[in-house]
């Protein structure tokens, strides 16, 4: 796809998150903010994943953007366009913190350092109930949150702008480097390239997009406690919708976060809210994809796209 033709794909997406919402019902309205925030989070997961940088803790930037938007909407009553800003800032600079203080982790001993950064920050948030309201949680003013059709069109146009984001950034000189130190970093350094910023630029970009995915949710909701902020489920959808849509891929965690909504939807439709039975699909839908789609959904069709050219070459008696 070149530069004008998807300047004009981003640009048709704009339009449709803008007006969509406003002939939606309630059901998909929640469905369409809840499937994008899904995307937010899945493809800033995917970003850190490009780099070798496997995050388990994804929960701690979408906690940290739900709370400074509700802290800020309830102290100085900031509207919710406006608390996304901070946010951003907020989760992008404890990106940074995280890969400056886990500079020399790699792999396996980086996933849990992000899982323990998330963990602690639920702590934190449980340990300050005058400031977060603690377990009880606390509530956004209701008289200044938007209403349901415009809090999804914001959601939508998060969406497109992250995926847009992405896209370009897979055309970068950056996404090359990020490859590379997927790889191999030291290979990268010997070559004269800084892991160690990439590493940070990554995990900035990465933690403010997911932050903006909470901040979503906190507006949306209307309510806020540490359990649900830092919720472990979340991060489980994040790598699981890039895994089963195509890991590394610009359309894979979308793709991969519509078929996981779409089976939540299916299993709250036929299960209830059994305990459990949410995470017993998850984790069906990671092997099935781990075992018989290692690429997910983008390889199945790319490897079903390269067999129809060669059955048609074949036929036309070309090699």
């Known amino acids: 796809m070149n530069s004008t033709r998807a300047w004009m794909v981003i640009a ?5 998150a803008l007006v969509l919402p406003h002939f939606l019902p309630p059901g998909l309205s929640e469905l369409a903010t809840r499937l994008s925030t899904l995307i937010l989070v899945a493809v800033s997961w995917n970003m850190m994943a490009n780099a070798g940088l496997i995050s388990l803790g994804h929960s701690g930037f979408w906690g940290l ?3 400074t938007a509700a802290l800020l909407a309830n102290a100085v009553h900031m509207p919710f366009w406006l608390t996304i800003v901070p946010a951003m800032i907020l989760g992008g600079g404890f990106g940074v913190l995280l890969a400056y203080i886990t500079g020399r982790l790699r792999g396996l001993f980086f996933a849990i350092s992000t899982l323990a950064m998330a963990e602690a920050l639920r702590v934190i948030a449980l340990m300050v109930p005058k400031l977060t309201g603690g377990a009880e949680g606390l509530f956004v003013f209701d008289e200044i949150r938007p209403g349901r059709e415009t809090m999804t069109s914001f959601a939508l146009c998060l ?3 992250t995926v847009a984001i992405s896209y370009f950034l897979s055309k970068s000189r950056f996404q090359y480097a990020l490859r590379a130190m997927r790889d191999s970093e030291s290979a990268v350094q010997m070559l004269g390239v800084n892991p160690a910023r990439f590493r940070m630029g990554v995990t900035a970009l990465s933690g403010a997009i997911a932050s903006c995915a909470g901040v979503i949710s ?8 540490p359990g649900a902020a830092f919720d472990m489920k979340i991060t489980i959808s994040a790598q699981i919708a890039p895994l089963f849509g195509g890991l590394y891929t610009v359309s894979g965690p979308v793709i ?7 089976l939540s939807e299916l299993t709250r439709i036929y299960f209830g809210y ?3 039975v949410g995470l017993l699909v998850y984790g069906v839908i990671l092997v099935f994809g781990v075992l018989f789609m290692p690429s997910g959904v983008v390889g199945l ?3 079903w796209r390269n067999r129809s050219k060669r059955r048609g070459a074949l036929a036309e008696g070309r090699p």
């Not at 906190?218 to 406690?225: C, E, K, M, P």
């Open 12 to 16: 048709a997406a704009f339009l449709v």
């Open 65 to 67: 953007g739900a709370y």
């Open 159 to 161: 969406a497109v702008a």
């Open 218 to 225: 906190a507006w949306y909701t209307g309510y806020l406690d």
């Open 256 to 262: 991969g976060a519509a078929a996981i909504m779409t």
């Open 274 to 276: 059994s305990a459990g």
């Open 301 to 303: 069709y790319g490897r």
